[in-house]
């Protein structure tokens, strides 16, 4: 059985090779993706005065103009910086205008783009997380994420050593043929990390395929019904006001705004407690016609499903814990290209062998 399965290992890891380099690659590029995309943008901290974001939005998507504000959303790198999406009805485009607490604009990127005004980030975001291939590219990165479970799993069955030879399978080789280094090099690498990595990849499924793992675990998502909306609603300030009122210490994590067919604000909070550093889970539902409470859910005091299930993205990002869990993660995603590196590297030695090259 342990032959086949490294057998199946080696073939497995040489099929999907390229597709996990990418993979990794772009997951240890984008740890940090929110502080430097906000690194890249000079400009003094401004505290976040509601108000003045207000005056702000009415400038962005001015009555009549047919512009209108989608949402509001912390950039998550600097303190006191968001990210309007500014949606033109006329032009069917949105563009995404960064400003800072005191409603100054920073950087207006327009829609679709890819490169400039800090696109290659999210480029590089969406590349890990879809293929940029929306949905479907989703279900494919899901899909591989299984697979590279997998042949984790085999790898550490196949690994592990017998009784008594532990210590020689967790040390460095230090002598003999090219292909019994590599292979020692790749066995003792893998017996050290590959059970952290083994929960890195399953947070990542499980947060690609989010739907039917909550529904698994029984962790429903919130919800509230629509509202229709009255001739005059509230403004973003005063949204935003009540809803941090209900959760003292809470700071606003994501704001989406009311539609033509619900005046309901939506507010995500970073409540104290959360295990996330910028967009927690804690959210209100705010009435837009007269400011009343429609619903509001609690991240920190949520039934045990629910809080289950929000520690699936704070783990796949290592925020879960703070700076040491990320950097932990980015180690990960390089044990996992030079684990990559030496078994391609082992192959190709083994496959010289054969042919009499060595």
Known sequence: MRRSLTKLHRWLSLAALLFWTVQALTGVLIVFHWEIDDALIAAPHRATDLQAIDRRLALLAPAGSGRSIASVWTSAGA????????????????DAVRIDGAGDVLRVRHDGERFADGGWIDTLVLLHQTLLGGDTGSWIVGLSGCLLLTNLIMGLVTAWPRTGFWKRSLTRPRAGPPVARLYGWHRALGLWVVIPALLLVSA???????????RMIGAPVPTAAAIKPAPQGI??????SIAVARHPGATPAGIDFPTAEDATWHIRLLAKGEPRRAFGMTTVWVDGNDGHVVADVDAVRAPFARRFADLVY???TGELGGLAGRIAVMAIGLW???????????WFTRSRLRKGRL
């Open 235 to 240: 403004a973003f300030s005063r949204a935003v």
């Open 336 to 346: 996992l290209l030079s684990m990559i590196g030496i078994g391609a590297s082992l």
């Open 204 to 214: 990542g499924v499980a947060r690609v395929f989010a739907d039917g793992f909550e």
């Open 79 to 94: 303190p006191d910086r968001w990210d309007v999406t500014v949606s033109d009805t006329h032009a069917g485009t949105s």
């Open 314 to 316: 704070p783990l796949h």
